[in-house]
């Protein structure tokens, strides 16, 4: 059982499971009721999402965006919620996502380490 970090919209993987939306806003000109079935997400979960602020930091400074998102990520209400998925992971397949075409320059590739560091089963 792991958690699988995804593109959304992308076509989804084998054993995949519910993909979760850590996005700050639904994606645009698609209707709520289509989300799941055009493979952006099941659920949506924006509480792991960077805010705006932190969002512009990355185009100028991408170490400052790593360091501003840690920090948000390390607020209490982000810890519980990262502490359930972590948790989560060992029991079962579900997948967390953003639109970014390049992983590396997202920050779902800072969330996969967070993940990791709470102990998450992450997919290879």
């Known amino acids: 059982m792991t958690i699988s970090v995804v593109r959304l919209g992308s076509p989804r993987g084998k054993d995949e499971g519910p993909r979760l939306g850590t996005v700050r806003r639904p ?10 079935r055009l493979n952006y997400y099941d659920a949506w979960l924006p509480d792991l999402a960077p805010t705006a602020p932190v969002i512009a930091k990355a185009h100028k400074d991408w170490n400052a965006f790593v360091k501003a998102y840690r920090r948000e990520m390390s607020q209490p209400a982000a810890q519980r919620l990262l502490d359930v998925l972590a948790q989560l992971s060992h029991g079962s397949n579900f997948s967390v996502g953003c639109y970014c075409e390049d992983e590396k320059r997202c920050h779902r590739s800072i969330l996969r380490q967070i993940l990791i560091e709470h102990g998450a089963r992450i997919a290879v």
């Open 27 to 36: 994606p645009r000109g698609v209707r709520k009721e289509a989300y799941a």
